[in-house]
């Protein structure tokens, strides 16, 4: 292998699954490729499959260097975004696509005393109400069509609409309410008109449910076709309606998100210009332990714009209130010679820039965290603060989750010095213990874990973490010695006093020793690392578990979603499925559902995410 050669498997075994652009770069930094996918980890991955691969694929392939991901809040944003990068860097292995009129509009000639409503392609000059853009014609056209039907709007041509003397075919089958022969009045159609702008601003939840109304109806008096019909009628609402934070009108900022956590920070940039983010970028400058988010972005920001020549925008947008705004806002104004405003509480297509930097930055951070350089002194490290002979090469951590007793599910998660091992995952059922009885519950796991590994001739873990403290710790050491397993090392790992991360306190299975790690440890890194993630795939097990016991819906795993939600929900989507793959933003258009508990849903639909 080259000194140059990517390394796509360390690279993939840790990319979401979540919708998103990627953009592949050479040796030399320059940009080659960029792509959009709903799901990145399996369209990176489609390019280096062992056969099947074009010619132009593989001279592309051969010359990937580096790649860079961009999450986005679904596929519909990604492929706006995918659009503005390539107009903006102009790939080579791209097909150049068309220009901005490519894109379709919603046009509403609200300027007219009866205004019509069209499809129209690129934001004209035409005075009037343009809405969009949208990445889909199919969808444009059928929700107009849609439209039409719910508030009976002329869209025929303005000379067609003057030369009638008699109403046209569109007013006998209730497609419009005929204002060219004086059907109806100016007022009545101008309420017609202002209900379906409203509409497509996704101010009018009205409409949605009278459609959902209509299809549970269809249901009832088993109607089925008719209620697939008002389903995807739903649907395609939805996707005229949604909002897209990647192209909107107007207005240019840079956005900056940043997440610290123990082992490294990352600060994700957007370049949003004319509307639409052209670029972004990946930065882990390197900070004390002690150092918050806004803390971060303070010295980052400044060192950006005032250390060389850059250009400042109008507008800067960090993802935390910064303590120095006033004084850093009046610097890059003699900077820039101009105003500039420097925001964190927005709103509108701004706050979805900001969740979109944010997003990308905890994205990010993740990949930073598990890259092979990265554990590799991670390991070194722990070797060191545990006193080992070897670096060890491999490590299993334990926990235990359950809901007061309920659905008791035991999760094993294994590192290698590539960081984690998901093949070899593995989730325990924990049954005949008292509900509740955490020592008995690792007990039981500990047991059939390794009374299996024996059984099967497998491999043991140079290191054993538990994480719970003393009390789990004895019971993982009873097993051992019950096993006549002697060569395997045990840590327990607890949250201290504090409960904060940083603080944990170090078990030694052997002596009962306890030791504090400096915070900015690597070997503390490492262990917070598989603790974290050994306790998330607890809880995944245990929500399926829990689920099934009850043979509940999904949704109904989640606090604060009761049975007049879930209904309104699936009225919104018209099925489980679409709900699935909408986006947080999307979610949080029903009328009864708060943005945080439509974070919720998502995290709790998207476990893996």
């Not at 850059?310 to 105003?339: F, M, N, V, W």
Request: with cysteine; proline share 4%; aromatic share 8%.
């Amino acid at each position: 292998m080259s000194e140059n050669a990517f390394d796509s498997k360390a690279f993939l075994k840790d990319l979401t699954r979540r919708p998103g652009i990627y953009q592949m770069y050479d040796a030399e930094g320059k940009i080659l490729y960029v792509g959009k996918a709903k799901n990145l980890r399996n369209r990176v991955s489609s390019y280096f499959r062992s056969s099947g691969l074009s010619p132009k694929t593989q001279a592309l392939v051969a010359r990937i260097c580096h790649i860079e991901v961009t999450v986005t809040g679904s596929e519909t944003e990604a492929l706006l975004l995918e659009q503005n990068l390539i107009k903006q860097q102009r790939p080579p292995y791209n097909i150049l696509l068309r220009d901005d009129k490519s894109y379709p509009y919603i046009f509403v000639s609200d300027r007219d005393v009866y205004p019509a409503i069209r499809f129209r392609r690129g934001a004209g000059k035409k005075q009037g109400r343009y809405f969009g853009p949208y990445p889909s014609s199919n969808a444009v056209k059928e929700s107009l069509n849609l439209l039409q039907k719910v508030f009976r709007i002329r869209s025929c041509e303005d000379s067609f609409f003057r030369n009638r003397s008699r109403p046209c075919l569109q007013y006998q089958i209730q497609r419009c309410t005929a204002p060219c022969v004086g059907m109806i009045s100016d007022v009545e159609y101008r309420q017609d008109v202002r209900n379906a702008m409203l509409f497509l601003e996704g101010r009018s939840p009205e409409i949605m449910q009278q459609l959902a109304v209509d299809m549970d109806d269809a249901s009832r008096a088993l109607d089925f076709e008719r209620a697939a019909q008002l389903r995807d009628q739903i649907t395609a609402l939805r996707q005229v309606q949604e909002q897209q934070y990647v192209s909107g009108q107007a207005g240019e900022a840079d956005v900056f998100g940043c997440v610290v956590k123990p082992g490294g920070t990352s600060v994700h940039a957007l370049f949003v210009r004319g509307g639409r983010v052209i670029g972004s970028k990946a930065y882990h400058p390197r900070v004390s332990v002690e150092d918050a988010a806004d803390e971060v972005l303070s010295a980052f920001v400044a060192q950006f714009y005032l250390s060389g020549p850059r250009e400042i925008p109008s507008l800067i947008i960090t993802t935390a209130e910064l303590a120095d705004r006033e004084c850093l806002q009046q610097a890059l104004e003699q900077h820039r010679g101009r105003k500039v405003s420097l925001q964190h509480n927005v709103r509108g297509d701004r706050a979805g820039w900001q969740r979109l930097a944010l997003t990308n930055a905890e994205q990010q951070l993740s990949s930073y965290l598990a890259s092979k350089q990265n554990m590799h002194n991670r390991f070194l490290a722990l070797q060191k603060e545990l006193g080992l002979a070897d670096t060890p090469s491999r490590l299993e951590c334990f926990d235990i989750s359950h809901s007061s007793g309920e659905a008791t599910v035991a999760s094993c998660v294994v590192f290698d010095r590539e960081g984690p091992r998901k093949q070899d995952y593995r989730r325990f059922n924990i049954d005949g213990i008292t509900p509740g009885d955490d020592y008995a519950a690792m007990h039981q796991a500990l047991e059939k874990r390794y009374a299996g590994v024996i059984r099967d001739e497998g491999v043991l873990p140079d290191l054993l973490i538990i994480d719970g403290g003393k009390g789990q710790v004895a019971q993982a050491m009873d097993v051992l010695r019950g096993l006549e397993i002697r060569h395997v090392r045990v840590v327990g790992i607890a949250k201290g006093p504090t409960r904060k991360a940083g603080f944990e306190i170090l078990i030694d299975g052997q002596t009962g020793d306890e030791a504090i790690l400096a915070s900015d440890s690597p070997a503390l890194h490492l262990l917070q690392h598989i603790r974290d993630e050994s306790h998330r795939f607890a809880i995944v097990g245990h929500r399926a578990k829990r689920n099934k016991a009850r043979r509940q819906s999904r949704l109904e795993d989640i606090p604060g979603v009761g049975p007049k939600r879930r209904r309104e929900l699936l009225r919104y989507f018209g099925s489980l499925k679409e709900v699935e793959s909408a986006s947080i933003e999307e979610i949080a258009k029903v009328s009864s559902i708060s943005r945080t508990l439509a974070q919720e849903i998502y995290a709790t639909l998207h476990p893996e995410s």
